[in-house]
């Protein structure tokens, strides 16, 4: 038995990536943001900057070239300048895009908020409108709204606003219906809070992200639309200018004079592009668990940056050995470590507990065995994981590939997320089978039932064809045992599998997980923060806290004379029968009250 020095807690991490790093960390979003910025500064800049009058004509100079004496950009058929009209119609197109995002952005996401958290008759009447506007093409409704209106900017904002309110309220509904029944908006209601306080304050910040997405997207819409609108000559009226009328004006020209037409053209398309790209930067910006890198795409395979490349071989290392293992996580520029140069063994026909309260590094552990750990933000930074002797971590991700489910297998702590919803659990064992052997599709299924059987589900012919939702706890524990010992692995890794189970069917499981243990030669990795647990099951026990292993022995020698403060702390948190009081006192002394007499 050893027992090793206990190390401080980790310090906060301060990387946490703050909105404006997150956005320059994406680069599109930044080149969208440049190009958005730079535009609309000279737009703004039009009124100060040298250019001619935009509605002054000169029939004399009319279709000037690009580069032109006095003209940057050339004069169209009036012989008006194409850079002042340029600016100015670009500002004009901004503005009126702005605005009519702004509007429809209002009064759809009032709708959406109010029609998903009302539900009932309210949701009927006001969708149902929604719909009827939705029944007409979007472009042919603006177009008759403007009709009716007449010609004009403001009249095609308004018609533009209005056929892209049912957008944002479409999803800002759906996102609300999924909102309004979760627990925290009925903590909010026990509460006290009323309906309007619920929609504004614990709704309307959960999706606001969904709002400010939509609108960058429809901001380019409406751009696209008054274009059109202008194009057709119901926008902006002569002399007034935008980007669409310029367009329009451009079109007899194209082949004589394609850069009166191909200009304002090229702006539509840079305005429209760089504010899509800035709204996915915003979007990511305004979301917290982006910021905390959960929402990550993680790569297919496990990142590995070792300081140091260990041998890849070390025969008479026994089945398993760990050797300094070190798992980090990307925190913003830098990296946190999880997992701090762990070592430990396991033989053939070995049970290992690995026990340590929650956060300690188990699960980490557990996953970097194999190279499962998710990149980003997990990184494996050093040491080295033998198989037999060799270094795991040395492979091609197609060897290491081969190795899990065939040589190391996993029971995951919560079957229910495991197991995929949409397929019967006699497939998903089927399929275990067929990954690493080549058998058919019958005799993988005649496989999986006699595996359900094995780990003592009653009618596993029948069970075979259920989904997850419609067995209980235990039987999907059990259907993830299953799994697991599909290809008769060497190791078994149990991360926590009876913490969600109650008593009697954890001791059900655990009695399985010993009697196949001790049929099949299977090595087990147990992790739990059950001493209980620890004590029925396992030969030997190493004690995590705070990402190291601080103590570790044959289970009964652990248990009857601890050597580390953390792992008495641990042992005297398991309660006795008919301690009454006692054990509340005592815990209360190891772990005081801040501000008790004693507490540090």
Known sequence: MTALETSAPPPAASGRLTGWQLLFNNKLAVLGLVVLGLICLLAALAPVLPIPNPNATATANRMQPIFSEGHLLGTDQLGRDILARLLWGTQISIAVGVSATLIAAFFGSLIGLVAGYARGRVDNVLM??????????YILLALAIVAALGPGLLNALYAIAVVNIPFFARNVRGVTVGLATREFVDA????????????????????????VITMSTTVGWMILETAGLSFL??????????????????????????????????MIFALVMSINLLGDGVRDVLDPRLKAGALNRPMPVTRIDRKTTPPAEKPGLGLLAVENLETSFARGRGTAPAVKGISFTLEKGECLGLIGESGSGKSVTALSLMGLVASPPGIITGGAVYLEGRDIFSLPE???????GQRVAYIFQDPLTTLHPLFPVGEQVAEAVSAHQSIGRRAAMEKAVALLEDVGIPEPAQRAKSYPHQLSGGQRQRVGIAMALANDPDILIADE?????????????LELLQDLRKKRGLALLFITHDFGVVAQICDRVAVMQHGKIVETGETAK???????????????????????RAFLDRVGKLFPQPGAEGAS
């Open 128 to 137: 149902r409108g929604i719909d009827m506007i939705m029944a007409f093409p």
């Open 188 to 211: 909010a209601r026990l509460g006290g809070k009323g309906h309007a306080a619920i929609l504004f304050t614990e709704i309307l910040p959960n999706v606001l992200p969904v709002i």
């Open 233 to 266: 000559g119901l926008g902006a009226q002569p002399p007034q200018a935008d980007l669409g009328s310029m367009l329009g004006d451009g079109r007899a020209q194209l082949f004589t004079s394609p850069h009166v037409s191909i200009i304002p053209g090229l």
């Open 398 to 404: 197609a060897g290491i590939t081969a190795l899990r």
């Open 497 to 509: 599998p009876t913490t969600a189970l109650d008593v009697t069917v954890q001791a059900r499981i």
């Open 558 to 580: 652990i248990l009857a004379d601890p050597q580390h403060a953390y792992t008495k702390s641990l042992i005297a948190c398991v309660p006795e029968l008919g301690e009454g």
